[in-house]
């Protein structure tokens, strides 16, 4: 009957029973409120925070300071986590900035409440970011905490840690979720859009106008507009992405126009017509023998009866008229 009894029952008849009864709580029991009560609590505050750090002195590779190792904090408790971490925060205050005792607390003290930035990042799995970004984030609002909190306010570090660290990973997502930056008025415009749109489209039956949206929200059309613009740069669509199954349009990279250097010579072009127009005809005819038959200065001169020094002369009068034709017009 002893061999089936449970392991609740057995760690009560252990004198150490407030440390190790409470090893395996989950992170919830980390992060809950001063006054819930968590199982295995009852017995575990009633032992001094002192006490916390006592239970552990025995154990292997402990800090000359008097702080349990890193794998004595991983293998406690969450009740214990809370009553060492009121010792070392004590303790912190205690030391001098920038000295290698101050240094160690601090980090033992952001190794034994990680549990509470893994809780908070759990919040956000099904985002697209990676966990371990996000965990990293959140690690840098519990720093944070850390260098706030002031036992002397009478708050729980986790109470006082957990908005410190949701706010760091929303502001992680609001500023590297975005495909192109947008001000913060106009990120915050888009979930004030998206949710008004989606009460009124339910209440009309239909989309709602600009109009209905600026009125519903007390703001301009030209600001509805503004906002409803700035929601297209939260995502953005690849040039290769292949396009939907029904869709026989090719990929939007294949629908994208090339550059046409001809176009840079379409003005040119009308711009010398009228000045070409009002050319003699032996020089316009010159100027078709020689770049429209792209013939030589000598076959046009064979053509027109004249030599090919002459051709030469013509030519170059010609083209430094339509030169200075040019100039004057730009």
Known sequence: MEET????LDEARTPLAPSVSTREHSVADVTSAPGDTVPGDTVAEDVPADC?????????????TGIPSQQALGEMGAVNARALSKTLFAR???LEEGTHEHAYVRNTLVELNLALVKFAASRFRTRSEPMEDIVQVGTIGLIKSIDRFELSRGVEFPTFAMPTIIGEIKRFFRDTSWSVRVPRRLQELRLD?????DELAQRLDRAPS???????????????????????????SSLDAQPEEDDSEAA?????GYEDHGIEGIEYIESLKPLIAGLPHRDRRILSLRFVANLTQSEIGEELGISQMHVSRLLSRTLVKLRKGLTLEE
């Open 252 to 256: 939007l990279a294949d629908r994208i």
């Open 193 to 197: 859009l998206a949710k008004t749109s």
């Open 5 to 8: 009894m449970s392991p609740r």
């Open 92 to 94: 912190l205050e205690a």
């Open 52 to 64: 916390a750090v006592a239970d552990y002195a025995v154990l292997e590779g402990e800090h000359p």
């Open 210 to 236: 600009v109009g209905e949206l600026a009125e519903a929200l007390g703001l301009t059309r030209e600001e509805v507009v503004e906002g409803m613009t700035a929601s297209n740069a939260y995502t953005a």
